[in-house]
């Protein structure tokens, strides 16, 4: 596609707008950048300026819709309720997201994975596993690493392996993948998208213009995810858990006597997993089914499979002390990420950690995953909230404060040997953080603190030093 001219206004800068207004300006594009915050100081919109981008801050004016403009480049977590979004739209205006245009210019075919949780394990455990001589793979989308700067290196026999989030794909027009993959759809991320129904349309975009040519990848145990993907032209590999009829046997990957196969194939142990909970089980079945696509080798898998220890803040372990062991599920911004992470530990008494953005809902569906929580210590705008359903739960031990450091040390010292301590917020960041990388980080920061500066004796006779 020829940009050369085009009037291009990218709303929200950061690191995805830096990436959109770079890229665009090397396509020869006139560009207008527009943030809410204060860019004045960001030696990189200096940089831009220099180049001839015009710079627009401090608030989102209607009157830059008056300007000609092309389309509208906006940020994924810029909402569509806000008014020179609503105002464009009336206007008949294109708003795209970064991956859109990125799929205009790629040369190298993408391996797309979107679902309400999970998608990110899979993302990354996927690129390790497809990562070969024959096809590089790059990482990029919503996993932190911007598409457009990723599309400049891969080549046509490269593959791109992309995390989508509904955000980004509320926002493309044609984007197709090679091959689609959908974990699985819950109810998330309503203050954004309203409804749920307009939470799954952006979702099940990813296969939208899938062709005969193209592959897609989609959890069985779903029945409602079955249903809608059933009228897909692309050529489908199911994964299953739990269904395993004779449909899932001829066509796809499932779990039987704790192997892993695909079609009549086996291809690793369940034993050879190295996350916690079933819900990482389902991610690497998942991951089995897109490698298939590449006739990747079931030794490539297993390797790749026992050597991964998961993703930064998404129910990473972080520390173990004195039989103590500490979990990091920042990631962990609505309540079904919260249970499937309760869920992965079945049998160890679990010290929680929660609170966060208060955005209106309540957490009454905690309540039949509560049943071995041993003590929850809570904070944030949510904290009170929270505190309800854990006390009508039965916890023995509900306190509430005003910081995660806080909560984190009471939690610390109310802990025991053999107890799981969790911090799974089941709410977005945003009320004391800028992102759940930094709530999860000063998590990391203060266990390891009070490691250091406060061990623990009373161990019923063992110990357990050790810490990673």
């Known amino acids: 596609m020829d940009l050369k001219g085009k009037n291009i206004l990218i709303i929200g800068y950061a690191m995805t707008g830096k990436s959109v207004a770079e890229f665009l300006l090397k396509q020869g594009a006139h560009i207008t950048i527009n943030d809410r915050g204060d860019l004045s100081n960001d030696p990189s919109v200096r940089l831009l300026l220099s180049q001839g981008v015009k710079i627009v801050d401090g608030g989102h004016p209607l009157s830059l819709l008056d300007e000609p403009i092309d389309f509208i480049v906006k940020n994924p977590g810029i909402p569509y309720h806000i008014p020179i979004v609503e105002k464009a739209l009336e206007r008949s205006i294109p708003i795209y997201t970064d991956v859109e245009i990125a799929y205009w210019f790629s040369k190298a075919p993408f391996v797309s994975i979107t679902g309400s949780n999970g998608k990110t394990t899979t993302t990354q455990l996927l690129a390790n596993v497809l990562n070969t001589k024959e096809h590089p793979t790059y990482l990029a989308g919503n996993i932190g690493i911007p598409v457009l700067e990723v599309i400049q290196q891969a080549t046509k026999d490269d593959l791109i392996v992309l995390e989508m989030s509904s955000f980004q794909l509320a926002g493309v027009d044609q984007f197709k993948p090679r091959v689609a993959v959908l974990t699985n759809i819950y109810s998330a991320h309503l203050d954004y998208h309203h409804t749920r129904q307009e939470y799954v349309e952006a979702k099940l975009k990813l296969i939208e213009h899938l062709t005969k040519d193209d592959y897609l990848?989609?959890?069985?145990?779903?029945?409602?995810?079955?249903?809608?993907?059933?009228?897909?032209?692309?050529?489908?590999?199911?994964?299953?858990?739990?269904?395993?009829?004779?449909?899932?046997?001829?066509?796809?990957?499932?779990?039987?006597?704790?192997?892993?196969?695909?079609?009549?194939?086996?291809?690793?142990?369940?034993?050879?997993?190295?996350?916690?909970?079933?819900?990482?089980?389902?991610?690497?079945?998942?991951?089995?089914?897109?490698?298939?696509?590449?006739?990747?080798?079931?030794?490539?898998?297993?390797?790749?499979?026992?050597?991964?220890?998961?993703?930064?803040?998404?129910?990473?372990q972080i520390a173990k002390s004195q039989g103590r062991v500490f979990y990091n599920d920042s990631k962990a911004t609505n309540i079904t990420a919260t249970i499937t992470a309760l869920q992965s530990f079945p049998t160890a008494p679990i010290l929680y950690i929660g609170g966060g953005l208060d955005r209106g809902n309540e957490f009454d569906e905690l309540f039949p995953y509560l049943?071995?929580?041993?003590?929850?210590?809570?904070?944030?705008?949510?904290?009170?909230?929270?505190?309800?359903?854990?006390?009508?739960?039965?916890?023995?031990?509900?306190?509430?404060?005003?910081?995660?450091?806080?909560?984190?040390?009471?939690?610390?010292?109310?802990?025991?040997?053999?107890?799981?301590?969790?911090?799974?917020?089941a709410n977005a960041s945003w009320d004391q953080f800028k992102t759940f990388e930094e709530r999860g980080d000063l998590y990391t920061t203060t266990v390891q603190t009070l490691i250091n500066t406060h061990p623990y004796e009373d161990n019923g006779g063992q110990k357990d030093d050790s810490t990673q």
């Open 217 to 316: 990848v989609y959890n069985y145990d779903s029945k409602e995810l079955t249903d809608w993907v059933k009228n897909t032209s692309a050529r489908v590999i199911p994964f299953a858990r739990l269904r395993v009829d004779e449909y899932i046997k001829q066509h796809g990957v499932y779990v039987e006597d704790e192997t892993i196969y695909y079609k009549d194939q086996p291809i690793l142990k369940v034993s050879d997993i190295q996350l916690p909970g079933v819900h990482n089980l389902e991610n690497i079945l998942a991951v089995v089914a897109a490698a298939m696509v590449y006739n990747i080798p079931s030794q490539q898998i297993q390797r790749e499979v026992k050597k991964y220890q998961g993703m930064p803040h998404r129910n990473q």
């Open 371 to 425: 049943n071995h929580v041993r003590g929850a210590f809570l904070y944030g705008e949510t904290k009170e909230k929270m505190a309800r359903v854990m006390k009508e739960a039965g916890i023995p031990k509900v306190e509430c404060f005003d910081t995660l450091v806080e909560a984190t040390t009471a939690a610390y010292f109310y802990a025991r040997f053999g107890d799981v301590v969790l911090l799974s917020p």
